[in-house]
């Protein structure tokens, strides 16, 4: 039963149905019925487990020198500071790979990335 209840909540929320608020889900494993009832938006927002702000924090998180990331958006760009203690070269650069991993991994996006050194 729980198989083919956690089935239905699935494809109610890959389809036209996740515009329902408020939404109410019946079946009858008896009679092979499912009925739904809710308000109906005209627009289904999708909310992503991760904001990107949280997804630019964890990809700076495995640098240990790196003490913080402040975000900010400016227009349309996001404005990435990064604070590391005395970065030597090769945190730079593990900092700029991650730079350009962001940059690859959301091509729709402008950065403005900062590394600021702090002793």
Do not use: W
């Amino acid at each position: 039963m729980l198989i083919a209840e956690t089935a239905i909540y699935v494809a109610i929320a890959c389809s036209e149905h996740r515009k329902i608020e408020d939404r109410h889900i019946c079946f009858s494993s008896l009679t092979h019925t499912v009925t739904l009832s809710g308000h109906i938006r005209e627009v289904a927002y999708m909310h992503p487990a991760r904001t990107i702000e949280k997804i630019i924090r964890d990809a700076f998180s495995s640098i240990p020198e790196v003490r913080g990331v402040r975000i900010e958006q400016d227009g349309d760009e996001t404005l990435v500071r990064i604070a590391a203690n005395d970065p030597p070269r090769e945190v730079r650069y593990q900092v700029y790979d991650k730079q350009k991993n962001l940059i690859e991994t959301f091509p729709e996006m402008t950065f403005d990335f900062s590394l600021i050194s702090q002793e």
